[in-house]
């Protein structure tokens, strides 16, 4: 098989267009050894996209919640040089593990956290936290960044990327912000134990207004929370006191009805209540130093993330939280796997028990070490993201598991990761290439076309098209397949355009014009556009269109002249209809038997039937004059043609 290479027209290459780093591309430490994983998906259309592929495992399909999985995988934490390659950034993808929209190119390939919809001012927007420039980014449903906000501490600095969240109708946004402090040597023996001077980071809380981002509360940890409640003690705390020893390690913020804030401590192992009045600890949940609340069942918790808020009644409040129950230092699992868990708090009683739990799907042993989070969905299902290799999975509301997936690739993984109903439909046009391949003889035309986060794409029509663009020949139709889909016709199509088309018939989108290089053909990466030639594969067809035309045209013009010249013969002989100069059949050229006729009728009467004869002939004379054709009267074409012409297939 011969396969020559393809290019599009008007798109510009991928490595020329600003934030896309092909596969090929190498960072400036070197090339990435990840390119050809198998475990990442590849697309013609859009080579520039390394999306990782899944593996689902769905065990009640019917019992799954509606929605799109929102995600930001991520290889190391700290990826300022070391781009992704396509694989790094914001990321949604079908129920079925089918990527639906990919970030990588919009965010240059840099790590993403929190990645979700959220309620802004009481606008849904995609929003996130962009590690890379210490912002957080609002985005409407076509992909378009529409704001850049500083997440960080009131001074200006201490970005900290666990936390953009917003309460109060979307009107107030949460963040978690670092600073650093230096404890005297009486401080830190107190503490810790150790005799010398410790610096320390300190996590606060701060809030800000949605509408003109203006700061309206602040926390800070060190002046709240000891450093003995700290368990991140490690046998190298004079290394840790040198640097910034993170001794709380605040990883998520929420807000109650009162105004009062839920803070969580990963390094203590404990979850606050901060009181909005004065910046107090209303209570403590969990805790090496010990819980303010009685543990029903005695249970436990440790190096747990996204705390919530989940609502309250006449007796309990509730919060959700994930029991990571083991971290990546030295402490031993407080749980033999982790676990989401929705408790309930008597907060009149000071009385904790567990409400509902639902347990990481390889059970004993399945330890979320880093992060992860929980979600409940709106049929009551609870989506639960377990981090490593983006393990993320779907329980009922009684625990049954759903449905599993995992990264095929194990080097991923991801902060947290959300399950969203959604309506994506970009700004840009759909993307597509071309190529020619010659098997057993015969000329074949693939174009493989994707849509960048369009979610309501049902169908893709290709047309073979001029130059120009018009008109437009349907030669493929088919369903969308993933996120790439394969149009085909049999034949060298040199121009080519795809149309999106909804469920109901609708076109969403088209793309522009595509030019499919031939056989043995290279094509200039600045390719203008030609004039009609011997090249373009639909010249005869335009030279025939023309050529009939004029032909046609002439001898119209001839026909209407010597009409004219008949029917207003004056002296030089009776006047004759048309139906006598066109038809031999039913209405006849006077002749013989019109003479005979004039012998015994008189000249009179034959006049009178001429003239009567003409009124009918002229109302036929008009309709042929205006070329009117037959309804139903077909042209020899099976295809469906657009822009106005005919259009056949040669």
Request: aromatic residues 12%; glycine residues 10%.
């Given at each position: 098989m011969r396969t020559t290479t393809f290019h599009n027209l008007l798109l510009l290459p991928a490595v020329l267009r600003p934030g896309i780093f092909l596969a090929s591309a190498t960072p400036k430490n070197g090339p990435k050894v990840h390119d050809d994983d198998n475990g990442l998906f590849s697309f013609r259309s859009r080579?520039?996209?390394?999306?990782?592929?899944?593996?689902?495992?769905?065990?009640?399909?019917?019992?799954?919640?509606?929605?799109?999985?929102?995600?930001?995988?991520?290889?190391?934490?700290?990826?300022?040089?070391?781009?992704?390659?396509?694989?790094?950034?914001?990321?949604?993808?079908?129920?079925?593990?089918?990527?639906?929209?990919?970030?990588?190119?919009?965010?240059?390939?840099?790590?993403?956290?929190?990645?979700?919809?959220?309620?802004?001012?009481?606008?849904?927007?995609?929003?996130?936290?962009?590690?890379?420039?210490?912002?957080?980014?609002?985005?409407?449903?076509?992909?378009?960044?529409?704001?850049?906000?500083?997440?960080?501490?009131?001074?200006?600095?201490?970005?900290?990327?666990?936390?953009?969240?917003?309460?109060?109708?979307?009107?107030?946004?949460?963040?978690?912000?670092?600073?650093?402090?230096?404890?005297?040597?009486?401080?830190?023996?107190?503490?810790?134990?150790?005799?010398?001077?410790?610096?320390?980071?300190?996590?606060?809380?701060?809030?800000?207004?949605?509408?003109?981002?203006?700061?309206?509360?602040?926390w800070n940890s060190c002046d709240h929370i000891g450093l003995e409640q700290s368990s991140y003690k490690v046998d190298y705390l004079n290394n840790q006191c040198s640097g910034k020893w993170d001794y709380i390690h605040a990883n998520s913020i929420d807000k109650t009805p009162e105004g009062d804030y839920l803070y969580s401590g990963r390094h203590t192992n404990s979850i606050y209540k901060i009181s909005h009045a004065n910046g107090t600890v209303l209570w403590r949940l969990g805790g090496t130093s010990g819980s303010n609340f009685t543990h029903r069942d005695d249970f436990t918790f440790?190096?747990?993330?996204?705390?919530?808020?989940?609502?309250?009644?006449?007796?309990?409040?509730?919060?959700?939280?994930?029991?990571?129950?083991?971290?990546?230092?030295?402490?031993?699992?407080?749980?033999?796997?982790?676990?989401?868990?929705?408790?309930?708090?008597?907060?009149?009683?000071?009385?904790?028990?567990?409400?509902?739990?639902?347990?990481?799907?390889?059970?004993?042993?399945?330890?979320?070490?880093?992060?992860?989070?929980?979600?409940?969905?709106?049929?009551?299902?609870?989506?639960?993201?377990?981090?490593?290799?983006?393990?993320?999975?779907?329980?009922?509301?009684?625990?049954?598991?759903?449905?599993?997936?995992?990264?095929?690739?194990?080097?991923?993984?991801?902060?947290?990761?959300?399950?969203?109903?959604?309506?994506?439909?970009?700004?840009?046009?759909?993307?597509?290439?071309?190529?020619?391949?010659?098997?057993?003889?015969?000329?074949?035309?693939?174009?493989?076309?994707?849509?960048?986060?369009?979610?309501?794409?049902?169908?893709?029509?290709?047309?073979?098209?001029?130059?120009?663009?018009?008109?437009?020949?349907?030669?493929?139709?088919?369903?969308?397949?993933?996120?790439?889909?394969?149009?085909?016709?049999?034949?060298?199509?040199?121009?080519?355009?795809?149309?999106?088309?909804?469920?109901?018939?609708?076109?969403?989108?088209q793309t522009k014009l595509i030019r499919i290089a031939g056989l043995n053909e290279t094509i200039p990466e600045e390719d203008p556009q030609p004039p009609v030639s011997m090249e373009d594969p639909y010249w005869y067809s335009d030279i025939g269109f023309f050529l009939g035309a004029g032909a046609l045209f002439a001898i119209c013009a001839a026909a209407v002249v010597l009409i004219t010249r008949r029917l207003r013969r004056g002296a030089g002989g009776p006047r004759r209809s048309l139906l006598d100069l066109l038809s031999r059949g039913r209405y006849q050229r006077l002749g013989e038997g019109d003479r005979e006729l004039q012998d015994r009728e008189g000249k009179e009467s034959l006049m009178g039937r001429t003239r009567r004869r003409g009124s009918d002939d002229d109302v036929f004379a008009e309709r042929f004059s205006l070329g009117e054709e037959s309804e139903g009267e077909g042209r020899g074409s099976d295809v469906e043609v657009e822009g106005g012409e005919e259009f056949r297939r040669r």
């Open positions: 080579p520039d996209l390394r999306a990782p592929k899944w593996e689902v495992e769905v065990y009640d399909q019917a019992a799954l919640a509606p929605g799109y999985w929102f995600f930001g995988p991520y290889e190391t934490l700290n990826m300022d040089d070391s781009l992704g390659n396509g694989w790094i950034g914001p990321h949604i993808y079908a129920q079925d593990g089918s990527l639906v929209w990919s970030g990588a190119a919009l965010f240059d390939n840099g790590n993403i956290e929190d990645f979700r919809l959220s309620n802004v001012d009481g606008v849904e927007m995609m929003t996130l936290m962009d590690q890379r420039h210490s912002k957080g980014v609002f985005m409407d449903k076509h992909f378009q960044v529409k704001d850049r906000k500083m997440a960080n501490g009131p001074s200006g600095g201490g970005f900290n990327s666990h936390e953009f969240h917003f309460v109060e109708n979307g009107t107030r946004a949460l963040v978690v912000y670092g600073e650093g402090r230096s404890f005297s040597k009486e401080e830190a023996k107190k503490a810790l134990g150790f005799g010398e001077t410790c610096k320390v980071a300190c996590d606060g809380i701060h809030e800000r207004e949605v509408k003109g981002w203006k700061s309206t509360w602040e440790s190096r747990q993330h996204d705390v919530r808020y989940r609502g309250a009644n006449a007796t309990h409040t509730f919060i959700s939280f994930l029991d990571n129950a083991k971290g990546l230092d030295a402490n031993e699992p407080t749980h033999p796997f982790s676990r989401g868990l929705l408790i309930a708090l008597d907060e009149k009683n000071m009385q904790a028990e567990i409400a509902a739990h639902y347990d990481h799907p390889d059970g004993e042993g399945g330890l979320a070490f880093r992060r992860g989070n929980y979600q409940p969905l709106d049929n009551g299902n609870v989506f639960m993201c377990w981090s490593e290799r983006a393990l993320q999975s779907e329980h009922t509301k009684e625990g049954k598991m759903l449905m599993q997936a995992r990264l095929r690739v194990d080097w991923l993984g991801t902060y947290r990761a959300y399950k969203f109903e959604f309506e994506g439909t970009p700004a840009d046009p759909p993307d597509a290439v071309g190529e020619v391949v010659e098997e057993d003889g015969r000329v074949k035309t693939n174009v493989f076309v994707s849509w960048n986060g369009a979610t309501e794409v049902n169908s893709y029509k290709l047309f073979r098209t001029r130059a120009s663009g018009h008109p437009l020949m349907l030669v493929d139709s088919q369903t969308k397949q993933g996120f790439e889909t394969t149009l085909s016709y049999e034949g060298y199509a040199k121009y080519a355009v795809v149309k999106a088309l909804h469920a109901n018939g609708t076109v969403l989108g």
